[in-house]
Structure formats: structure tokens, C-alpha cells
């Protein structure tokens, strides 16, 4: 059974940081590209950070460069998003993915909240 649970979503202060971190199971993560994608209310599902299967090569969306860090530990099966300096416009339900990169193969976690306000 595939699962994916996100955790560490909350409420922060403008400014401050936050640590999501996706725990995979029932597949083989080292296989799948990860990335994590953001849907804000009565907004599409963005791309936030995409990692690579070996954890080598990552990219970002333009407005979380220098901000956000996407890393992966392939031994624990998990992937993590580290935010910093987070912004009110951060504020969305974050959602891990896991990308086989072959015939549409994807997985999708249950997401988890994160709002940035005073």
C-alpha cells in the first residue's frame, strides 16, 4: 500500500520557518523523483521544489528560490522542505509527490497546512 504522509505544517509569524518533511512507503523511493507543490485556496496546485531521485540536482519555483531547501534521505525514505524567511503569500496546503518518470506513475500525499501570519 503506497502511502505518503506529510507533517510539520502550522502557523508562523511573517518571517519565520517551518520544516515539512514526507515520509514515503510502499514503493521504492529511491526510484521516484520527489518534488513539492502548494495549492492555496481557489488556486491551482504549483510546483514549489522538485529533488531528483539520487538527491543530487533540485530546482525551484522562482518566487521561493533563496528561501526554500528541498533535500531527501533516501536511507529513511523521506523527503524534506525547508522554509525560511516565509512570507503571508507561503500561506497554502503543501503536498509532497513522488515521480516515476514512466507512464504517468505518480503518487500524491494528503498534504499539510502551512499559514504565515501575525
Known amino acids: 500500500q503506497v502511502q505518503l504522509v506529510e507533517s510539520g505544517g502550522g502557523l508562523v509569524q511573517p518571517g519565520g520557518s517551518l520544516r515539512l518533511s514526507c515520509v514515503a512507503s510502499?514503493?521504492?523511493?529511491?526510484?521516484?523523483?520527489m518534488s513539492w507543490h502548494r495549492q492555496a485556496p481557489g488556486k491551482e496546485r504549483d510546483l514549489v521544489a522538485r529533488?531528483?531521485?539520487?538527491?543530487?540536482?533540485?530546482n525551484y519555483a522562482d518566487s521561493v528560490k533563496g528561501r526554500f531547501t528541498i533535500s531527501r534521505d533516501n536511507a529513511k525514505n523521506t523527503v524534506y522542505l525547508q522554509m525560511n524567511s516565509l512570507k503571508p503569500e507561503d500561506t497554502a496546503a503543501y503536498y509532497c509527490k513522488a515521480d516515476s518518470g514512466f507512464n504517468g506513475l505518480v503518487y500524491w500525499g494528503q498534504g499539510t497546512q502551512v499559514t504565515v501570519s501575525s
Open positions: 529533488v531528483t531521485r539520487g538527491g543530487g540536482g533540485t
Open positions: 510502499g514503493f521504492t523511493f529511491s526510484s521516484y523523483a
